[in-house]
């Protein structure tokens, strides 16, 4: 098959799983009751009675229907960025999809940056510790990465708070870290804040991300303590993907360093660290690439935790809030979004195993 | 006469010695590993100081939250006491506090690790339960069940576990038998897809093919033939996985989902002593979770060694 027909293929294989999770959120929302459903769209300020008011909340909901037809009103209200509205105390109020387009960048820097530090250390990293099975840096590894694995994420990252957190410990030389919020609130003029920073919310403009709005309005003293706010958060995700990127490393390395294309590489008189790079690591890197979508979704699970360990404004902070304060919009925005984040990422996990291995196409 | 006393005695010897003369290898194997053994004996000792603090509770003191409450060690300060070794064994891990109450830590701990290590291990069960029986039924029936069971799956991995397993506490009501329901309804998945994937390779060998030849019904075929040989995979999986169950029970106590701050529970007690991490006080966030983490790295350990001995193409 051509790669060009293998994508076409997989993009179409979408469709089924987005109506799925879709068809998940919607049983979501429809197991309470639909004077629930109807509440988030009423607005007592108004001058159109409340009666009324229902009556066009319900034709615009499709609720007077069917379940399975007001399924697909569902997806029309999706499609059309009607997502409901969200009431969360000291969070956030408004409209879903707003609130996700405010808090979804934070929570993406974090992943964003966790995830290019993991591979940064666990490419090399694997590498060594794979080409040196059974040896004493391989008994090591394999420590770190069960600590890894069995390390509770929200412990881990208290750990860091009170071994690197600024003001924790008191006289610790190392703790200089922040250990909440994604920046400096004292940076900040609250009497008269800069126009691009929404104070009441704790969000910036244009990119919602404080490190490079920071950056784009020069305010480098900001930028720096959000940079700073990002290490012990980005620490405690890396670890725990660094973990599982480095066993399936090592057991891919291990795997492809007894077949016999190697032995024949090695016949011919290669050099052992293009043997290494060549032959092993690039054909133990696949079963990696599998479970990199696993990883990516046990990262964004720990996000949630994380999140709020270090009262980090951010998608998995919104979620956990949707459910504290009972928004029924909130939790359904949330669970799509990040099942839209996983489902982009195991397509693009896809198409790359089938542009590095090509046997996969068949 | 002798002779044939002699052959049926043979006979049953080979009757019995498979299986026994297997379990001996697999175990000696099992133990032969360091790790493994390690993990196996960590995690014999957790659950029968659970056990003891089950059956005896007197014994360790005190096991719940309420009755700890009661309990006011001293005034002298307005911070938890440090672990100290002069006062006894209960204060070993010092104390930790709620509002004005302080409490030590170390039998709250104890009585927290049965709590924990009980709802895990019925999550794990049941969830591996359902998925069992779901996927290798599925897997021989077949067909459109098979369709269905396969796209509901596919649903529930398109979800971080940690989301789905929200939505659904936000759904069933925030009590804590509710997030029991809640990881249960999360788990199965992976075990109906385990369970199914192995059925449908046992489902082609020819002792399969054998037993319907034999005039063996299909359920009858499931249950002895099947059935058995799905169980290995999902025994090495299931022990995995009370560690991960372990942390992400403790992370959703932590984050508050059930609303009764009383439960004796670990990831309730680190939360609990989060309050004073900003004046210094670390023993009750860090204490707790060493505990947490021995047992985790422990199940892991022995997790891995089980896979190593009883997934035959592992064996070299």
Redesign the interface.
């Known amino acids: 098959m051509e790669f060009k027909y293998f994508v076409i293929r997989r993009l179409l294989l979408i469709i089924p799983t987005f109506l799925g999770l879709v068809l998940l959120v919607f049983l979501i929302m429809r197991s309470f009751p639909t004077a629930q459903l109807v509440a988030a769209y009423i607005n007592r300020k108004l001058a159109i009675p409340v009666s009324v008011q229902i009556q066009m909340a319900k034709a615009q909901l499709g609720l007077d229907y069917p379940v399975p037809v007001q399924y697909f009103y569902y997806i029309g209200a999706l499609f059309r960025g009607d997502w409901g509205t969200m009431n969360l105390q000291n969070y956030y109020t408004g409209p879903v999809l707003q609130g996700i387009a405010y808090f979804f960048p934070n929570t993406i820097q974090l992943a964003i940056f966790a995830t290019i530090l993991s591979v940064l250390i666990a490419l090399p990293l694997g590498t060594y510790i794979g080409s040196r099975p059974n040896s004493v840096s391989d008994q090591a590894g394999r420590i770190f990465s069960l600590t890894g694995y069995a390390m509770p994420a929200f412990w881990l990252g208290l750990l860091l708070q009170i071994g690197l957190g600024r003001g924790v410990i008191s006289g610790n030389p190392v703790g200089v870290f922040p250990i909440s919020f994604p920046y400096s609130v004292n940076l900040i003029n609250f009497l008269n804040p800069p126009a691009w920073i929404n104070t009441s919310l704790g969000i910036s403009y244009p990119t919602h991300i404080m490190l490079f709005d920071a950056l784009i309005h020069g305010d480098f003293p900001l930028a720096f303590s959000a940079l700073m706010h990002l290490v012990l958060p980005v620490l405690t995700l890396t670890y725990g993907i660094l973990a599982g990127l480095l066993r399936f490393i090592r057991a891919g390395m291990v795997d492809s360093s007894n077949q016999e294309y190697v032995k024949t590489a090695r016949s011919k008189g290669v050099p052992e660290k293009v043997i290494i790079k060549r032959h092993i690591r690039k054909n133990g890197l696949i079963p990696t690439l599998t479970v990199v979508g696993l990883l990516f979704a046990s990262l964004l699970g720990g996000v949630v935790l994380i999140e709020d360990v270090f009262n980090y404004k951010g998608l998995g902070l919104l979620a956990l809030n949707s459910v504290l304060d009972s928004s029924i919009y909130g939790v359904a925005g949330t669970t799509l979004v990040f099942g839209l984040i996983l489902m982009v990422t195991n397509l693009v996990v896809d198409i790359l195993y089938a542009l590095y291995d090509p046997r996969i196409r068949y | 006469m002798a002779e044939i006393q002699v052959t049926k005695q043979f006979q049953r010897e080979v009757k019995r010695r498979p299986k026994v003369e297997d379990f001996k290898n697999t175990a000696k194997l099992f133990f032969k590993n360091k ?1 493994a053994f390690a993990g196996f004996v960590i995690t014999v000792i957790y659950f029968l100081l659970a056990l003891l603090d089950e059956v005896y509770p007197s014994y360790l003191g005190v096991s719940s939250y309420s009755s700890l409450l009661s309990f006011q060690v001293s005034y002298s300060s307005v911070l938890p006491l440090p672990p100290t070794f002069d006062k006894g064994w209960w204060y070993y891990m010092g104390t930790t506090q709620l509002g004005s109450y302080k409490f030590a830590l170390f039998p709250s701990v104890l009585g927290a690790l049965k709590f924990d290590m009980g709802y895990s291990l019925i999550i794990v069960l049941a969830g591996a339960a359902i998925g069992v029986i779901l996927g290798t039924f599925s897997a021989t029936y077949g067909k459109y069940l098979d369709e269905v069971l396969m ?1 509901v799956t ?2 529930f991995f ?7 397993a ?2 659904f ?3 069933l009501g ?1 009590y804590l038998i509710y997030v029991v329901y809640a990881l249960i309804i999360v788990w199965w998945p992976i075990y109906a897809r385990l369970a199914r994937g192995q059925s449908l390779y046992v489902k082609s060998t020819k002792f399969v093919e054998a037993a319907y030849a034999a005039g063996s019904s299909r359920i009858r075929t499931v249950f002895s033939h099947i059935l058995p040989n799905v169980l290995s995979p999902v025994f090495i999986q299931l022990s995995l996985d009370i ?1 991960s169950i372990v ?1 992400i029970f ?2 959703l106590d ?4 059930s609303v009764s701050p009383y439960i004796d529970e670990l ?1 309730n007690i ?1 939360s609990l002593g ?1 309050t004073y ?2 004046v ?1 006080v ?1 023993w009750p ?2 204490l707790p ?1 060493i505990f ?2 021995i047992f ?2 422990s ?3 022995m997790g ?1 060694g089980l896979r190593d001995v009883l997934d035959p193409r592992l064996r070299r």
């Open positions: 790790f796209r596919d649903v398109s979800l971080p576990y940690l989301i789905i929200l939505a506490i936000f759904i925030r560690g942390q403790a992370a932590y984050l508050g989902v990831g680190i989060q991490l900003s210094g670390w966030i860090v979770g947490l983490l985790t790295v199940v892991n350990m891995d």
